[in-house]
C-alpha cells in the first residue's frame, strides 16, 4: 500500500546516503551504526511503542550495512537484537535452549581447541584457534531454512581457525576432515566463490569428539 511505498523509498534514501557517506569517510558510517546498535539496546530495556518499527529498520538497513563492510561483531549484535524485539518468543526460546548448555558446551569447544591445536603445531602451521559462538538469528534462520528443531542444528558449537595463506586455509580443512568424520552436504567454499562483501572462508561441520 501507500504506506509500505513510502517507507520503502525512506529507507531506499537512508541507503544511498550511507553508501556515499562510505566513499568520503567510512567513519561515519560506524558512528551511525553503533547509534543504532545503541538504540536497540535501549529499546529492549524499554516498553516503547516504536521498538518494533526501530528493530524493522535496523534489521533491513543497518545490519546488511555493517555485513557488507565486514563488521561482523555489530552485525550479529544488531540481528540479534532486532530479533529479540520482533519475534521476542523465537529468541527466548533459542536463547534459552543455548544457556542451559553453555556450559557443557564451552568445555566441549576448549576440548577440539586443545586437540586442534596440537595438530596444527605438529604440521608447522600457525593458526589462531577460537571458539566462536553462533548468533541467535543465525541459529534460527538455519532451523526455518532445514525445517529441523534446536537440537538438529549441527554448528550450535563452532570453533573458528584463522590461518596466514590460502593454502594453509585447505591444509587445515583436510586436518580437520582428517581429525573427525566430515557430515555429508555440510560444506561450504566461500575461497573458491567468495560472498558479495568479499568474506572468504571455508566452512565445514564435523561430527566431533563424543560424536
Same mark, same amino acid.
Given at each position: 500500500?501507500?504506506?509500505?511505498?513510502?517507507?520503502?523509498?525512506?529507507?531506499?534514501?537512508?541507503? $544511498?546516503?550511507?553508501?556515499?557517506?562510505? !566513499?568520503?569517510?567510512?567513519?561515519?558510517?560506524?558512528? !551511525?551504526?553503533?547509534?543504532?546498535?545503541?538504540?536497540? +539496546?535501549?529499546?529492549?530495556? @524499554?516498553?516503547?511503542?516504536?521498538?518494533?518499527?526501530?528493530?524493522?529498520?535496523?534489521? *533491513?538497513?543497518?545490519?546488511?550495512?555493517?555485513?557488507?563492510?565486514?563488521?561482523?561483531?555489530?552485525?550479529?549484535?544488531?540481528? *540479534?537484537?532486532?530479533? $529479540?524485539?520482533?519475534?521476542?518468543?523465537?529468541? +527466548?526460546?533459542?536463547?534459552?535452549?543455548?544457556?542451559? #548448555?553453555?556450559?557443557?558446551?564451552?568445555?566441549?569447544?576448549?576440548?577440539?581447541?586443545?586437540?586442534? #591445536?596440537?595438530?596444527? $603445531?605438529? @604440521?608447522?602451521?600457525?593458526?589462531?584457534?577460537?571458539?566462536?559462538?553462533?548468533?541467535?538469528? @543465525?541459529?534460527?534462520?538455519?532451523?526455518?531454512? #532445514?525445517?529441523?528443531?534446536?537440537?538438529?542444528?549441527?554448528?550450535? $558449537?563452532?570453533?573458528?581457525?584463522?590461518?596466514?595463506?590460502?593454502?594453509?586455509?585447505? !591444509?587445515?580443512?583436510?586436518?580437520?576432515?582428517?581429525?573427525?568424520?566430515?557430515?555429508?552436504?555440510?560444506?561450504?567454499?566461500?575461497?573458491?566463490?567468495?560472498?558479495?562483501?568479499?568474506?572468504? @572462508?571455508?566452512?565445514?561441520?564435523?561430527?566431533?569428539?563424543?560424536?
Amino acid at each position: 500500500d501507500e504506506v509500505e511505498e513510502v517507507e520503502k523509498n525512506a529507507q531506499a534514501e537512508i541507503i $544511498r546516503e550511507m553508501l556515499f557517506a562510505v !566513499t568520503d569517510d567510512v567513519r561515519v558510517v560506524l558512528v !551511525t551504526l553503533v547509534e543504532q546498535l545503541c538504540l536497540l +539496546r535501549a529499546m529492549v530495556a @524499554s516498553e516503547s511503542d516504536d521498538r518494533q518499527r526501530v528493530a524493522r529498520r535496523v534489521n *533491513d538497513i543497518f545490519a546488511p550495512i555493517a555485513n557488507l563492510l565486514g563488521i561482523w561483531q555489530l552485525k550479529w549484535e544488531l540481528e *540479534d537484537l532486532s530479533f $529479540r524485539l520482533l519475534k521476542p518468543q523465537e529468541y +527466548r526460546r533459542i536463547a534459552q535452549s543455548l544457556a542451559e #548448555k553453555r556450559i557443557d558446551r564451552e568445555l566441549y569447544i576448549n576440548e577440539v581447541i586443545s586437540l586442534l #591445536k596440537n595438530k596444527l $603445531r605438529e @604440521s608447522g602451521i600457525e593458526a589462531d584457534v577460537v571458539g566462536r559462538p553462533k548468533h541467535i538469528v @543465525s541459529i534460527w534462520r538455519k532451523m526455518q531454512r #532445514k525445517q529441523v528443531e534446536f537440537n538438529e542444528v549441527y554448528d550450535i $558449537r563452532a570453533v573458528r581457525v584463522l590461518v596466514n595463506t590460502i593454502p594453509e586455509c585447505y !591444509t587445515v580443512l583436510g586436518i580437520v576432515h582428517s581429525l573427525w568424520p566430515h557430515i555429508k552436504n555440510e560444506f561450504d567454499d566461500y575461497i573458491a566463490v567468495p560472498k558479495g562483501n568479499n568474506y572468504q @572462508s571455508l566452512h565445514t561441520a564435523v561430527i566431533g569428539p563424543q560424536g
